[in-house]
């Protein structure tokens, strides 16, 4: 799961969706293609997370896209990460939160960026998004789900404005534009882990039994279409069905986003590959599904709409790279450096995740990674974030936000 390629523009996210961006493989390099259901089932054992390194530094590893704000000696970065149109407004952590009750919290600490000190600083929201042009942040109080969303200046770090609501709220999320947020509703946290959903996870006894640990509850509810300027909130009522798989990948987040011309919405699809497609009055529409709709996880589109990112592409002869597709036929177009693609940063140069290919072997290096900026055009890698360590469970292992600035 590498990332690079074009313009910027603002993320179709299903990390904060589904979580699907932030989990991976045991191993990266022993990846490939394969059907949704097998994936949530792989996903329930790993934490989510990247892995890339840097591969190198000085003018011959320079690319060429523009406004490039680099921190090669920072992880987390402290101060701002950008290039060409997209920007790293916020990150997170994560941290399982144990409740007095038994249950559990697998919750997000965020660092969101502040416009005055120009570096980014945690807070104790619950949620958050960052709106195009990164001056506002639609955020979530932290015990989810939550019936009031705030409007937060990135200048003041102040929320401005506050849009009540009557259902709880899980998961934000602006629309291209800036204009809507889509609100993703739940009866419960949808990052909570519930003692009385049990799971078993294996614990590497003889007699492979395991043990049950708390477990997620799959209880969305719908979703709020809102105005952002007048506030105005329409509700859909889209549940979670029953006989999802989404339990089996160790959630029970399942948001909707937009599509890139914020004209629809989108889910990914649970019970086969693919994607649910819903106007922005919650029903269902008919849309032949694109080839690159059955990749998991879902792709990142291209600013001009020709491109989109694809998989990894294997450690052949000792390369780390990931496959750009072309947009309409799925077909690969291109490989760049990268384990996994996670931004464009115009229409020919992508962010990706990259572990340092000296020392990335299965089971090995392949966890120590850093977010890099890669071209279509040549092998050029230029370093934008300081290595994660080598461990892709430790607390500490933090994800970025992207958003068009």
Known sequence: MLCRGGMAIKLEQVPRSDDSTEREQPSLLRRRSRSLAVAAVVVVAAVIGVSLALTSGGPEGQSEASDVEARPDQSPPRELIAAGQVAVSAHYTRKLVRQPDGDAVNAREWSLYNAATKRYEKTDWGWLDVAPGMKTAAVL???????????????????????????????????????????TTYGHNPDGL???????????????????????????????????????????????????????????????????????LWEQRLDRPGRNYYDVDGKLKSLPQQKTDLIFPPVITSPDGKLATGGFAGGKDGQIVSAVLDAKTGKQSAVVPGQQLLAWADDTHLIAWRCDPSQCEPGKGEFRNQLVLVGLDDDKVTPLSGFRKAQEDYVGRWTPVFTER
């Open 194 to 264: 519930f003692k009385d959903a049990p799971v078993r996870v294996q614990d590497g006894s003889e007699d492979g039994d395991g043990q049950e640990m708390p477990g997620p509850k799959q209880s969305r509810t719908g979703f709020y279409v809102i105005d952002v300027d007048s506030g105005r909130a329409a509700f859909s009522e889209r549940p979670a069905k029953k006989d999802s798989l989404a339990a089996m990948a160790g959630t029970g987040r399942q948001d909707f986003s937009w599509s890139r011309d914020g004209e629809t």
């Open 141 to 183: 109080e932290g015990d989810l789900p939550v019936k009031r969303i705030g409007l937060l200046s990135l200048s003041t770090g102040k929320v401005q404005r506050w849009i009540k609501v009557d259902k709880g709220v899980g998961g934000v999320q602006f629309s291209p534009d800036g204009e809507r947020l889509v609100a």
